[in-house]
């Protein structure tokens, strides 16, 4: 029903920037909340931003100042604008999508367990 595709990803010294994308395959873009979570090599997966519908964001204090998380509700689409990238950013990076939890606590949106949907990720690189 739902597909997820990230582009974006690729090799960038630190201090740099980079913006990934993703596309949602589906008819009910504007039913979800929007994320990027990543998994650093032996490390579990982790949050990293949401946007919900509304254009209200959400971000894990490391990120903070550093990235930028967007939707275009026309396109079906939804980018995060990194920019001054640190080696520990280095990750394999997940578009994923859950169910607008609606008036439901916004910690759901945090936790890579409720994520319904997943793209394949896309490896982000940050050199030192």
């Known amino acids: 029903q739902v597909q997820l595709v990230e582009s974006g990803g690729g090799l960038v010294q630190a201090g740099g920037s980079l913006r990934l994308s993703c596309t949602f395959s589906?008819?009910?873009?504007?039913?979800?909340?929007m994320g990027w979570l990543r998994q650093a090599p032996g490390k579990e997966r982790e949050f990293v931003s949401a946007?919900?519908?509304?254009?209200?964001?959400l971000y894990e204090d490391f990120v903070k100042g550093r990235f930028t998380i967007s939707r275009d509700n026309a396109k079906n689409t939804v980018d995060l604008q990194m920019s001054s990238l640190k080696p520990e950013d280095t990750a394999v990076y997940f578009c994923?999508?859950?169910?607008?939890?609606?008036?439901?606590?916004?910690?759901?949106?945090?936790?890579?367990?409720?994520?319904?949907?997943w793209g394949q990720g896309t490896q982000v690189t940050v050199s030192s």
């Open positions: 994923a999508a859950q169910r607008d939890p609606g008036t439901m606590s916004v910690s759901i949106l945090t936790r890579p367990d409720k994520y319904e949907y």
């Open positions: 946007i919900r519908w509304t254009s209200s964001t």
């Open positions: 589906g008819r009910t873009f504007l039913s979800y909340t």
